[in-house]
């Protein structure tokens, strides 16, 4: 450690993802003197490589006020960063292949539109009125459709983000893997980084699937699982659709310059790794041109993977961790969290500087699944009172 170079600064963030360049972009915009550091450049895990979807609809009930809140958010965004970043309205549709899938979104949609959302049930016709391009031979029961929902194009919204944070004065480490965290007498102090020694009384563990990993450096057991999902992009075609679609095999979304991105669902994984399978190349092979036949003969030119972090409820942990002040973590966004980047940045800014955040966040807390507890040999190494 003595190597390490000293930075003071009010408030770090670790992770350089939607979720954390959003929180250290507000905080610094509050006054505070932030850093941001990151194993690697900014935006290149889950949120470079997202869907980028920035969707209300099927959502948990606790958290679909944030997903309206955080799409009021998305209105503006491009304007106060001042770049594209290819954020438009095009809706979102969920498809219907079965007739139980159908049954059960009544019933969602209906607590959805009792929240506020303005979401309908579709029958089958309806669908294929609204997308004449899918497949008359297969079976369907309608769908869901919400107009306001949209997408975005997670490379612009990284690269206009990272312009926004140097404006905004984050003293932006990208390169620089934070390893573990200084506690004493219940609070945090410090952490520790490849190149830095960050003194700060306030940290904020936004690592996405490597959050989990630094918490277990201080002796925490962070309750997430991964999967790694893969995205294929076709050539660019003529206008086809204009909403995020999505199906019992994957999801997909025409972007602005006409390439198509197919989603494929994630696969649960233990390592954290992004290398891509033939066989997910196989499933979209198979599964998209069924639904969709004009995909059957497109190019493929592109092809990704990234991580997403699960919880067992599907929402995220947003909290202060029990036991150490200053402490905060926001992670397991269960492969939606692109969207909720804005309002988790107001949100936590809120929280951090007046504690008081302008949302309920109780049904996000870590305790949600049982005693949060550090084992007693990790307190005494880490000097926790
Ligand atoms: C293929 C795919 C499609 C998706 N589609 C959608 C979608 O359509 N809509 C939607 O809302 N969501 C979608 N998601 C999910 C969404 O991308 C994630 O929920 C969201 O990006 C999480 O953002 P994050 O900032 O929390 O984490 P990440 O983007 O994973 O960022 C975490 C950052 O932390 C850094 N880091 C890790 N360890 C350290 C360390 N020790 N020190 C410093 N830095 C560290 C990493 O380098 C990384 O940059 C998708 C995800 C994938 C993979």
Redo the contacts with the bound molecule.
């Keep these: 450690m003595s190597k390490l170079q000293k930075v003071d600064c009010d408030a770090l963030v ?8 959003f929180i250290a972009l507000r905080l610094a915009q509050k006054g505070m003197k932030v850093c941001l ?19 209300q609809q099927f959502r948990n009930k606790a958290e679909l006020p944030l997903a309206m809140e955080s799409v009021r958010l998305w209105h503006d965004i491009a304007r106060e960063l001042g770049e594209c970043i290819e954020y438009w309205q095009g809706g979102s549709l969920r498809l219907h292949r079965t007739k139980q899938l159908h049954e059960e979104d009544k019933i969602r949609v209906e607590r959805e539109r009792a929240q506020g959302l303005a979401v309908q049930l579709l029958t089958a016709q309806q669908v294929r009125a609204r997308v004449p391009v899918l497949s008359a031979h297969i079976k369907l029961f309608g769908g869901t459709y919400c107009p306001l929902d949209g ?1 975005a194009n ?1 490379l612009l919204m990284g690269r206009a983000l990272t312009h926004a944070l140097l404006r905004a004065d984050v003293g932006v480490y990208s390169h ?4 573990t965290l200084e506690t004493g007498g219940g609070r945090l102090s410090g952490a520790v ?2 190149m830095h020694f960050f003194r700060c009384p306030i940290a904020v563990n ?6 989990s ?2 918490m277990q450096t201080i002796g925490f057991d962070f309750p997430v699982t991964f999967r ?4 294929l992009v076709t050539e660019p075609l003529s206008p086809v659709i204009q909403e ?1 679609i999505s199906f019992d095999k994957g ?1 997909l ?1 025409q972007a602005k310059d006409g390439n198509f991105h197919l ?1 494929v669902r ?1 696969i649960p994984i233990v390592e954290l790794e992004t290398s891509q399978t033939m066989s997910s190349f196989e499933d979209v092979g198979r599964d998209f041109p069924e639904v969709f036949p004009f995909l059957a003969n497109v190019q493929i030119i592109r092809a ?6 699960w919880t067992a409820d599907g929402i ?1 942990i947003l909290d202060e961790v029990p036991g150490v002040a200053g402490l905060w973590v ?2 397991g ?9 804005p309002v ?1 940045g107001k949100l936590f800014s809120e929280w951090i500087t007046t504690g008081c955040p302008s949302l309920d966040m109780s049904a996000f807390a870590w305790s949600r699944f049982g005693n949060v507890k550090r084992s007693s040999k990790l307190e005494q190494a880490v000097g926790v009172a």
């Design positions: 670790i992770g350089g993802g939607i979720t954390g360049c550091a990151d194993k690697g450049p900014l935006f290149r895990e889950a949120s470079g490589r997202s869907g980028g979807g920035v969707r997408t997670p620089e893997e934070i390893r980084g490849s936004a690592a996405g699937p490597w959050a990993k630094i790694k999902s893969q995205i995020f999801y979304r989603g994630g990704f993977a990234g991580i997403t972090t995220p926001a992670s966004f269960s492969g939606h969290g692109f969207c909720l980047g988790v």
